[in-house]
């Protein structure tokens, strides 16, 4: 199984999280040409055992507005407007020098998609200077550094099984943003079937209206099975399974001899005819643009977007059912341009929090706030004497990790796991444990921008 990985790009900015704008901004040719779209808003979601935890606004808070209430941005927004000044035709490198120079409010004018039509709205932010005071412990490593994330598309390509080939394309020059209704043309003899495989399909966002639908969704599909039958003729073959020994008088010599014969068995094989199933499945759903269907100028089916996945089963079981496999394509088939939604993982692990004295990596010159090295009750002066892991495959590298390098050791390699110290503090020697503080991330982005 191969597996497609996405790879993020780590900012270097001075911003809180580590991040290098304060909103990340991507051009499309198929969705709000001819203005920005917002790719990531730098939000995380933390969770605590699973649990939802918390979400914050890494680089901003949103602000009130007129009416009391808090309006956020959106992933997918089109950005019109920023502090009243038009952003049509806007480049990347534009927006950045507008939004990330500003030190006060932003005011945003957005278009956001919801899923009873298209809304322009006013949006307010102001920049941040430095994290939550929750995630201050973490240090500033909130981008997801090095953190390898899969779309939706690759995931599916990476789970398709022996024999499946899918193959999905787009109209670029059509903006799918403008999309908000669609509709079905089903001309099968098997309506119910057909309509059942395309209310499978992802159409987040939009709205099936038999009026007046922007898309319309067509289905062919096809199962061809065949039957062939191979005669096995009877064959047969002998086996030697095994040996026996047994004692026979010899009147001549008047002694017991030893003889020894050989069991062998015979084996029939064959003589029945088998049978195989063989199968052949193919399914393509398509979306047309209604509103150049009745063009006469167009001499070709104004599709705008098209997946296909054909199968060959060389021996089908018995109880195969086709229907399951359409069923199943079309849940892959995450109506364009949603499968850009990348959702990546990651766990942080709190560093341990202390400044080291220069000349003596072992003694702490100082204990930030909230750390573990605070809630573990270490002070400045604190001297290391020893540190071990709770983890009998990493004791030997941290004790010498320790050894070599005091805190800094432990700070910089060792943050992730739970350690018994020994420490000098003045005359007295004393045991501790620094015990792991970790958070497990989610955030969301999109990717193919131009």
């Known amino acids: 199984m191969t597996l497609f990985i996405v790879q993020i790009v780590s900012a270097q900015g001075n911003l809180p999280g580590g991040f290098e704008h304060i909103i990340e901004v991507g051009q499309y040719s198929d969705w709000g040409r001819g203005y920005l779209t917002i790719t990531d808003d730098n939000v995380v979601r933390v969770y605590e055992e699973g649990k939802l935890k918390g979400l914050y606004n890494l680089t901003y808070f949103p602000i009130k507005n007129e009416k009391g209430k808090v309006k956020e941005l959106y992933k997918g927004d089109l950005v019109l407007e920023v502090n009243g000044e038009s952003a049509k035709g806007w480049t990347k490198e534009q927006f950045y020098r507008k939004v990330d120079n500003c030190k006060d409010v932003i005011t945003f004018k957005v278009r956001t998609k919801f899923d009873d039509g298209i809304k322009d709205r006013i949006v307010s932010i102001q920049p941040k200077n430095e994290l939550d005071d929750d995630l201050k412990p973490f240090g500033n490593d909130f981008t997801l550094k090095d953190v390898k994330g899969i779309t939706p598309e690759q995931e599916r390509k990476s789970k398709l099984v022996k024999g499946t080939l899918f193959d999905e394309r787009t109209d670029n020059d059509y903006d799918f943003f403008t999309c908000t209704k669609y509709d079905y043309l089903i001309t099968s003899n098997n309506p119910l079937l057909d309509k059942d495989i395309l209310n499978k399909i992802g159409c987040a966002d939009m709205k099936q209206d038999d009026e007046s639908p922007d898309l319309l969704f067509t289905i062919a599909r096809d199962a061809d099975e065949s039957i062939s039958s191979t005669y096995i003729p009877p064959t047969s073959r002998t086996v030697n399974v095994g040996s026996k020994t047994r004692t026979q008088y010899n009147y001549i010599t008047k002694q017991n001899d030893y003889i020894t014969t050989q069991k062998n068995k015979t084996i029939y094989e064959g003589g029945y005819t088998h049978e195989t199933k063989t199968m052949d499945l193919f399914l393509e759903i398509a979306a047309l643009d209604v509103k150049r269907i009745n063009d006469k100028t167009i001499t070709y089916p104004p599709i705008v977007w098209q997946a296909t996945v054909k199968r060959h089963v060389s021996d089908a079981a018995k109880d195969f059912e086709t ?15 949603y499968d850009r939604r990348v959702i990546v993982e990651k766990t942080i692990y709190a560093p341990l929090g202390v400044i080291c004295d220069s000349n003596d990596p072992k003694i702490i010159v100082a204990v930030e706030s909230g750390s573990r090295a605070e809630k573990a009750g270490l002070r400045p002066g604190d001297k290391l004497l020893k540190a071990e892991s709770m983890h009998d495959i990493w004791k030997k590298d941290i004790k010498k990790g320790a050894n070599k390098n005091g805190w800094k050791a432990l700070d910089e390699w060792y943050a992730r796991y739970d350690l018994n110290i020994e ?28």
């Open 323 to 337: 229907s399951k496999n359409f069923m199943a394509w079309a849940t892959w088939m995450n109506f364009p341009p």
């Open 423 to 450: 420490i000098k503090r003045g005359s007295e020697k004393k045991k501790l444990v620094l015990d792991q503080m970790k958070l497990e991330l989610s955030r969301v982005y999109w990717i193919g921008a131009k």
